[in-house]
């Protein structure tokens, strides 16, 4: 058998699809977008990162050029660069401040962070090889001694050449050499500018905040005097142009960056890896991944909230159809809001009123004939009981004195007052039924003397107060007498017992009622061929003791299937009647004198 889905889920499942679908399709075209526009900005603005670094390299370089346009224009360093020329000599106490002046090397211009000096010392040679220099950092006469020394022949070489410029580097500094030419373009001397590694390196690597970031400072042809980075890449993008700005394309992956000319015949190149345009980017997604998450939340929120607000009412209607179906039959559905839940309700509430006034139509004719068919069984008992009766006070008057008729006849009086006069009781307490028994025992044992012996056992002075149907105990005593004792030769006893226990399947108290006796019994093979057994339940007894019948009929009508009766026995051993019948405490069952 298929498995079948509840309108809330098939309902909520729908809303949530479409929901899904029109999500995904709108995500797409926001990450279309997204991806579109803020993957180009954000590579631009990578790019003006790394331009911006880039420019400020070429500002400190321009830092340097300004320095040198100030030493060529500086008229009091002319007696410097003149000397040996017409027997002319200049004063270093005056030269070197103007070199200082000239230069700035304390300057704002000059610092990195306001920390690190860009340039650390400037060496200027006129052409007879004499030099004034000027340092940030101070330092010992023979460290400046042994460095002057070795500016001078970087200073021999370089004016052996024809170059305009030249670099040379070490582990801690980058020395650029340069001309100072007059206004004639004549050559009057030679600077050199010792540049700090530790400031290149903090304004070209720190001062970006990518990963993978790959620079390098190239001179003249090409010639690295600094980096950073990996080293194929370095030789990679040593193959583009001079300038350029951009992405470009290298065997392992692309990359954003710029190449600038700084003056001095230097350049820089400065790239990050394309990566990094998803690094910046990343907080930006994880709050759209975010709020994508609560989109979705919200949006099945809703979908059970609707699904809950339409489906409610199918519930509820299902739940008043199956309330109903357990002969709940004052339950109505309530009013809907919605036109045709109210339509369905008011159809189901008018359906609901016509089926219980039907039901009660049916149940109240079912009672009548009920009760009629149990007061003809009753009534049926009564000829026969007062035959034997009657038989017996005939008998009684001849052979005894008139005390004992006396007692006889009221005895008789008082069992016809239960039989007889009460015939409009259904039911009656356990105590009055087992008074008229003990009438009847009374009688009997007057008739027979001490031959009738009977014992009445219950269990709990409660049970007394039960309700049992009129006349349901006295019949089977009768038969145990006419049947059991009577033909049987000597003494005999009866035995009366009630008790109550639980039920098996649902635990409700019943009542047992066994009547007893040792009379002469009845041959169960013969019942077996007549349909019964040795212990029979709900079967009919084929028996010609019209009390037992009746009894039996009585019972199936007042309980249905919620009794047992069963009739148990051996010859020569005497008859078991056992009744279970529910446990009742409570008012009489009495027939209104209106109907």
């Not at 040679?125 to 940030?136: K, L, P, R, T, V």
């Not at 008739?447 to 007394?464: G, P, S």
Request: net charge negative; charged share 25%; glycine share 6%.
């Amino acid at each position: 058998m298929s498995t079948k889905r509840t309108l809330k889920k098939e309902l909520t499942m729908l809303m949530m699809l479409v929901s899904a679908c029109t999500l995904i399709s709108a995500c797409a075209a926001v990450l279309y977008v997204f991806f579109s526009f803020f993957i180009e900005n954000t590579q631009e603005d990578i790019e003006y990162v790394l331009n911006s670094t880039s420019q400020q390299f070429q500002s400190h370089m321009q830092f340097i050029e300004d320095g040198a346009v100030s030493i060529r224009h500086n008229m009091m360093l002319n007696d410097f660069f003149n000397t040996g020329k017409s027997g002319a000599d200049y004063d270093r106490t005056v030269a070197e401040p103007q070199l200082s002046y000239s230069m700035e090397l304390f300057s704002d211009r000059n610092m990195i962070n306001k920390k690190i000096p860009f340039v650390t010392s400037v060496y200027l040679f006129n052409n007879a090889g004499d030099c004034i220099y000027e340092h940030y950092y101070a330092s010992t006469l023979a460290a400046e001694k042994k460095e002057e020394m070795q500016y001078l022949s970087m200073q021999k070489q370089f004016q052996q050449c024809e170059d305009r410029y030249a670099c040379v580097s070490d582990d801690k500094s980058i020395n650029l050499l340069f001309r100072i030419y007059d206004d004639y373009m004549e050559e009057k001397g030679i600077c050199i500018a010792k540049i700090s590694r530790e400031a290149v390196n903090v304004l070209l690597g720190e001062g970006i905040d990518y990963s993978d970031c790959t620079w390098m400072v190239l001179f003249g042809d090409d010639r690295i005097i600094a980096f950073q980075g990996r080293w194929g890449e370095i030789e990679q993008l040593t193959e583009f142009e001079s300038v350029w700005r951009g992405k470009r394309l290298l065997k392992e992956h692309n990359v954003i960056g710029c190449a600038k000319m700084c003056g001095f015949d230097i350049r820089t190149v400065i790239c990050v890896g394309e990566e990094n345009i998803f690094s910046v980017l990343k907080s930006t997604v994880l709050i759209f991944v975010v709020g994508l998450i609560i989109v979705l939340i919200v949006t099945v929120l809703v979908a059970f909230g609707l699904s809950y607000r339409f489906t409610r009412p199918v519930t509820r209607m299902i739940e008043k159809i199956q309330a109903f179906g357990k002969q709940d039959f004052d339950d109505r559905m309530e009013d809907s809001t919605i036109q045709e839940y109210h339509d369905i309700g008011v159809v189901f509430n008018e359906m609901a009123e016509r089926i219980k006034y039907l039901i009660m139509q049916v149940y109240e004719k079912q009672l009548l004939a009920t009760q009629s068919q149990v007061k003809y069984l009753q009534a049926q008992t009564n000829p026969h009981f007062q035959f034997n009766i009657l038989s017996m006070l005939s008998l009684k008057a001849k052979m005894a004195g008139n005390e004992e008729v006396y007692e006889g006849l009221k005895a008789f009086s008082k069992l016809m007052q239960g039989k007889i006069f009460r015939e409009k009781e259904i039911k009656i307490k356990v105590s009055e039924e087992l008074e008229i028994v003990r009438f009847y025992l009374y009688l009997q044992k007057s008739r027979y003397q001490d031959k009738i012996c009977y014992e009445i056992k219950v269990q709990d002075d409660r049970i007394n107060q039960n309700l049992i149907p009129r006349l349901l105990i006295e019949p089977l005593v009768e038969n145990a007498v006419s049947h059991g004792l009577e033909p049987k030769r000597g003494n005999g006893i009866i035995k009366i017992i009630l008790y109550e226990e639980s039920g098996k399947y649902d635990g409700s108290m019943m009542l047992h009622i066994c009547v007893e006796d040792d009379g002469v019994g009845f041959d169960p093979e013969k019942m077996v061929e007549n349909g019964g057994g040795k212990d029979l339940l709900d079967g009919k007894i084929e028996h010609t003791h019209t009390g037992l019948e009746n009894t039996k009929r009585m019972l199936t009508i007042l309980y249905g299937s919620f009794h047992k009766f069963r009739i148990s026995g051996e010859i020569g051993r005497g008859t078991k009647v056992e009744i279970v019948i529910p446990s009742e405490r409570g008012g009489y069952d009495v027939e209104s004198h209106s109907s």
